[in-house]
C-alpha cells in the first residue's frame, strides 16, 4: 500500500506540474442522479473543463449534453478512449464500473468510481494493479466515511467502551421498475455489493472480518432476471471480538422506509436513526449531533481534485474498498451455499 501511495503521489506531482499550462479535462460515465451531482460539482471548479458525456440512454445523454453544455459520446468505449480527456467519473450500473475502469486506466486516464469498484473482487484487484502500473489515480467514493453521521460515530466510539454488537439496517420502500437496472440481478448486483457503504462503515469501525452467514431472498418478477423486492441479511464476526448484523432490503414490498444503527459497548450505547443520533450511558440519553450529508458529492470530487493538483492526500485508499467487496463477495457466497464462510 506504502509503495501505490508513492506512485500515486508521484502522479499528483506530475499534474501539478502540467496545469500551469491547462486545465483538467473530464468525461463522465453516466447520466443519473451521482453524474449530474459529478457535472455540477466540475462545472464550478476552475482547475477543470468538463468536456462529454456517455450512458445508456440516448434521451438522457442528449438531456444532459444540453443541461450542462457538453458533448455526447455515444458509447463508453469511444469516451475512455479520446486523448483529450484527462480524467474519467465512472457513475453507471454497477455491473460495468470494473470493465469501463479498467479500460480507462489502460488508456492512461485517471478513473473516479462511484462504488463498487468492480461486482468482484478479482476485477478489482487488476484495476488497482494497473493503476499502479501506470501511475494513475483510482478512487473508490465512500463519501458515508466523510458524511456527519460515519464521523459522529467515530468521534463518539470512545465513549461506550470496549464494543461487543453492531446491528446495522436499511430498509427503503419503493416501486420496483422492470426497467431500471437497480431491480435486474445481474446489473445491480449482489445486493451487499451494490449496497457496499454499509460493509465499508462496519469495516471502518472495527477493522477485519473473520467470518460471514448471510441469507439473501428476491421476490422475482416472472419470466425475467428482473425482481420487485430483495431481503439480504448478514451477520459478521471480526478480528477483534466485535458481532455485526446487516439487514438490508428495498422493494415494494416494504411499506414504510427507515434507517437504523445500533453500537453495543460495555459503557453504553450509540444509536442512530436516519440522521439522528443519541449516546445512552448511566441509564441517561444524550444528542450525539450529526452534521447533514448535503454537498458530499462536492466534498468528495474537491478531494480529488486536491490530489490531482496538490498532492493532498484522500480519505480512502482504493485497498479499503476492495477489501470491503471481498467481504461481500463471502456473503455472496455463504448466501449461495447456506454455510459461513471464513475469510
Known sequence: MDDLFLIMKSNAEYFMYNQAVSSLKVGIVGTGYAAKKRAEAIKSDRRTQLVAVTGNTPHRIQEFCQMFEIEAVDSWVKLVDRSDLDLIFVCTI??????IALAAIGAEKNVVVEYPLALEA???EEIIELAAVKQKLIHVEHMEIIGGLHQAMK???????????????????QASDRHSWKYNKDTLGFPLAAALSRIHRLTDLFGKVEAVDCNNRYRDKSGSNY?????????????????AEIVYGKGDVFHQSHRTFEIYGEEGTMVFEGEKGKLIKN?????IPVVSRRGLFAKDTTMVLDYLF???PLYIQPQASLYALKIANAAEKSAALNKTVCL
Request: hydrophobic content about 30%; overall charge positive.
Open 283 to 287: 441509564k441517561r440519553e444524550t444528542e
Open 122 to 124: 478479482k476485477i478489482g
Open 227 to 243: 425482481f420487485s423486492s430483495c431481503m439480504c441479511q448478514a451477520r459478521f464476526n471480526f478480528v477483534n471480538g466485535v458481532r
Open 310 to 312: 496538490d498532492g493532498h
Open 94 to 99: 454497477n455491473r460495468d464500473c470494473g470493465a
Open 155 to 173: 468521534e463518539y466510539l470512545p465513549q461506550i467502551g470496549k464494543v461487543f454488537q453492531a446491528n446495522y439496517k436499511t430498509i427503503s420502500a
